[in-house]
């Protein structure tokens, strides 16, 4: 399988850096590159790559724009690029349905990787942006509650998921705190992310905080 991509970067030199580390790989191939927002989700219509690289600051349409109606419209997946690790659009950008948030100096070898991770059905942050989202998190966490929608749907063994989910667990880690095997809790994860209508983990963390099923100190690092 090749993982068709759009690279979208208002400059040129650095889009075209990412655009060929990426087409030199012998399963990933740049089917198209954007100087803002609006060219991007052009791009992604009428190419429907598996994922688009978006910068987050872009001219006429930035990129939490772009990914919102790329993840809304689309089953393209979007990861987001930055130059600044306390960027205040963290949440934001996650919250739009990025499935993925690097900084810009990213290795050649972590850009790859986290192309393939993304299209495999994985989330990926880089640790930076990670603790910025925790911190993030925790800082919203201290408002009311969110009626989530779907939330009542879920059952007790789906809402424990869902909280370990928020805590950062892995499956493995999930399956020995409830004490049941991966499969069942590979079930759990879809049940939940199909029910609240999430995209993947990520987007379940920011559900876990925001519904109040997670509460600050809960996090297990």
């Known amino acids: 399988m090749t993982i068709r991509v759009v690279v979208a970067d208002d400059h040129e030199l650095m889009r075209s850096g990412f655009a060929l580390i990426l087409d030199t790989q012998p399963d990933i191939t740049v089917?198209?590159?954007?100087?803002?927002?609006?060219?991007?989700?052009a791009a992604v219509r009428a190419h429907a790559p598996d994922i688009a690289l978006l910068d987050i600051h872009m001219p006429v349409m930035d990129g939490i724009e772009a990914a919102r109606t790329i993840c809304a419209e689309t089953g393209t997946k979007v990861v987001i690029l930055t130059v600044f690790d306390q960027d205040e659009y963290v949440y934001?950008?996650?919250?739009?349905?990025?499935?993925?948030?690097?900084l810009k100096d990213v290795r050649r070898d972590d850009l790859v990787h986290a192309v393939r991770v993304v299209t495999a059905g994985e989330s990926l942050l880089a640790p930076a942006v990670t603790r910025k989202?925790?911190?993030?998190?925790?800082?919203?966490?201290a408002r009311p509650p969110i009626a989530i929608p779907g939330m009542d749907t879920l059952t007790g063994r789906e809402r424990e998921t869902?909280?370990?989910?928020?805590q950062g667990l892995s499956n493995p880690e999930?399956?020995?705190?409830l004490v049941?095997?991966?499969?069942?809790?590979?079930?759990?994860?879809?049940?939940?992310?199909?029910?609240?209508?999430?995209?993947?983990r990520i987007q379940a963390v920011i559900c876990a905080y925001e519904s109040g099923l997670i509460?600050?100190?809960?996090?297990r690092r």
């Open 31 to 41: 089917v198209a590159e954007a100087g803002d927002g609006a060219q991007a989700l």
């Open 92 to 102: 934001e950008a996650l919250h739009a349905g990025a499935s993925g948030f690097l």
């Open 133 to 141: 989202l925790i911190d993030d998190l925790v800082r919203r966490s």
């Open 162 to 166: 869902l909280a370990l989910l928020g």
């Open 174 to 177: 999930i399956a020995a705190a």
């Open 180 to 200: 049941v095997s991966e499969h069942t809790v590979k079930t759990h994860v879809s049940n939940v992310l199909s029910k609240l209508g999430l995209r993947d």
């Open 215 to 219: 509460h600050p100190g809960r996090w």
